[in-house]
């Protein structure tokens, strides 16, 4: 059984130090280098979600953008009625985004959580195909700013449901993902465009006739050659708990295990300085839902207590009771 976090227990796991063995490719950490448990630390005042507000809503104002297509981005954007919720820049939202009755054994104290699919990934109204996605983004600073210094060690955890393997999507590749916008530093010191490292759920389809069983996995983007790779394989559907922190020293850290209990170093999967880059400031976080855009839905995807953290305390954030798997939540 893992150990629940509590704020009290910050020092647990401030900075945990990893070990010389850990490789992070062409950029290689020093030896004892700086690592951040997701979690660690305070929560971001305006940023995140908890989906009890039972009028919880989402304005879409369609048709949505598809810029990244046909460079179109269809203003007005789509937004929810709390603020935190928007439709991304380059892609539009899910054709579903609706706050439902949290599934089957989620968060004590959890009468809510979020459900987004789509049916139409690419253009609006067009359903030809190739595989296309759509984003769903959440603030991740502070009210009044636009993003977190990585000095402040801040970093993104979340729990996503993963329905049962039949009401998947049948189709190969990412059907999920959990992303965040940073930007950095590259390898010459110039400031870096927007970057977007993240975990991604990738399933593929049993086939019968070749006698070959499904298969579900989790990826990260992404290596220092900018590759995408896997990382874990998923036994179980149910309730995941996923995160992603952002060290001082531009790494990049990516975490997650089944359940619902708190992360721990235990649950480290990686770390790397994605694209050669040295990561400065974390700006939004957001989710990908995937589908062949072929006119039939995708796998339908639900989440819960998305929420942001930094591990160094600064008038930005403030201090509440650190909710853990075994707390109840407050409405």
């Known amino acids: 059984m893992r150990r629940n976090l509590h704020a009290g227990q910050l020092a647990r796991h401030l900075f945990v130090m990893a070990s010389a063995a ?125 993003a977190i210094s990585v000095s402040q060690g801040p970093s993104a955890v979340v729990r996503v449901w993963l329905p049962p393997w039949e009401d998947w999507e049948p189709r190969h590749g990412s059907t999920f993902g959990f992303r965040t916008t940073v930007r950095g530093l590259t390898a010459d010191g110039k400031d870096s465009e927007p970057y977007w490292p993240g975990i991604f759920i990738n399933y593929a389809p049993g086939s019968e006739r070749r006698n070959r069983s499904a298969r579900t996995t989790l990826a990260v983007r992404a290596r220092e050659s900018g590759q995408d790779y ?43 300085y994605p694209y050669n880059f040295r990561c400065k400031q ?3 976080v957001f989710f990908d839902v995937f589908n062949q855009n072929d006119g039939n839905w995708s796998t339908g995807w639900i989440i ?9 305390q600064a008038q930005v954030a403030r201090q509440p009771q650190r909710r853990s798997s075994g707390q109840r939540r407050s409405r």
């Open 304 to 312: 819960d207590d998305p929420t942001v953290y930094v591990a160094r």
């Open 230 to 272: 896997t990382v874990m394989n998923v036994e179980q559907d149910g309730w995941w708990t996923m995160g992603m922190s952002f060290s001082p020293d531009g790494r990049i850290h990516y975490y997650a295990h089944p359940g619902l209990d708190d992360l721990t170093e235990s649950d480290h999967l990686a770390s790397h």
């Open 22 to 146: 850990v490789v992070v490719g062409a950029a290689a950490a020093p030896a004892m280098a700086q690592r951040i448990v997701p979690g660690t630390g305070t929560i971001v005042d305006g940023a995140g979600d908890d989906f009890e507000d039972e009028e919880w809503s989402y304005t879409f104002n369609n048709p949505k953008g598809s810029k990244d297509i046909d460079g179109n981005r269809r203003k007005p954007s789509g937004y929810s009625a709390n603020g935190r919720w928007y439709e991304g820049p380059d892609r539009g939202h899910p054709d579903v985004i609706r706050r439902v009755p949290t599934p089957p054994d989620g968060l004590p104290g959890s009468t809510g959580a979020l459900l987004f699919a789509s049916r139409m990934t690419g253009v609006p109204n067009k359903t030809r195909g190739p595989r296309a996605q759509d984003d769903l983004f959440m603030h991740a600073s502070p009210r009044g700013s636009n």
């Open 282 to 284: 974390l700006k939004s």
